[in-house]
Structure formats: C-alpha cells, structure tokens
C-alpha cells in the first residue's frame, strides 16, 4: 500500500470501492484521502473524505451501520482500492443494502437464476403445466427418487468415454437436486454454508 498514489488525483482523492466479503456484491463507492486510508487502516472501519462536509466520516457515525474492513486491494494503477467489508446493516441512506437498491445476497450466477425459476413453478403449483410444477405435485418421494435415478445415470455415464452424455446427466442431476432442495424448504446458499462450516 506504500504505492498508493494520492498525488495522481485531483484534491489528493481517490475513489474506493466496497464490497461485501461474503457476497462480493459492490455496496457503495466513497472517496479517501490520505488521513481517511490511514484512519480506516487503524480503527478497522471504513472512513471516507466526504466533500459535501469537507471533513473525514466513518460510516456509520450516526446510523451505526458501520463497515468492518477486512481487505484492502490496490488497483493496478496504484489509485484506487477495493475495500472488502463485513457491513453491520443496511449500506445506503435510504435504508437498501446497497447504494443501486439491490439485495445484498450470496448469489451462483445461473444457478441462483434456476433457482428463482424453480421457486416459482412451486409457488404457482396446479396453475403451472410444467414438468417442473408437476414433480412438485407427485410430492418429495418422487422427486427423491428422481433424484437418485439421475445420480445413478450420471454414475453409469461417467465410466464411458462420451463426454457430452456425461455433462447431460451431471445437468439432470443438479436440476434435479435443486427441485428437492425446495422441496426441502432449502436452497443452495445452505449447502454452501454447510460445506464452509466443514472447511473450517
């Protein structure tokens, strides 16, 4: 961090850019000057420049929804951070997680998307005609056992030398494990948790 290059900006600011440690999701972007970096460095909580006031503010001063610093990375051009943060609460002044009114929430790209869809096939039930909504209705034995034969296809493709045929059935066998988990009132956010309790 001895790199950083305050000189580089206009009034010896830089922008810093926070993100969830967890989540990754982006929270806010704020400005630092030097006194902000070196506060933030030593109390642990993220201190910005606000130049509306002219003056350094800890986030969270008055709301208590403070920013526990837990990372800081340098940018290749030595000025700008990114910030990874533990937020205590709500990130913007108007009471949303993040400064773009986006839900602060582990997310697995697609398979979050598939979930969301899956979520709804369920919730909609006998209204839907989907094969989705139709496992739904034949209840958790059936979709159990769906799950299985899937898991032991998958086996079975796995010993052959057909690549395309494999990554078919490992597909049916995590659709199929998605359905179950809802089924189970669960989602993946909870396998995911499991597997980092393990890790520790």
Known sequence: MEQLNFKK??????????????????????????AAYVKTKEAGLVTFYSRSRQRLWTKGETSGNTLRLLDMKLDCDQDSLLLQVQPNG???????????NEKNQQTYGFLTDLEEVIASRKQ???TDSSYVASL??????????KVGEE????????????DLLFLNEAADLIFHFLILLQTK????????????ERHR
């Open 185 to 196: 009132g669960m989602r993946l956010e909870d396998v995911v948790k499991t597997l980092q």
């Open 9 to 34: 900006e206009k009034d010896a600011l830089i922008p810093a850019i926070i993100q969830d440690a967890v989540t990754k999701k982006v929270l806010m972007l704020g400005y630092m000057n030097e």
């Open 90 to 100: 709500p990130v913007c002044h108007t009471g949303s997680d993040t400064c773009w």
């Open 151 to 162: 898991a032991v296809e998958l086996v079975i493709e796995a010993k052959d030398e057909n």
């Open 136 to 145: 739904f209705s034949k209840g958790i034995n059936k979709i159990a056992q």
């Open 124 to 126: 909609e039930g006998k």
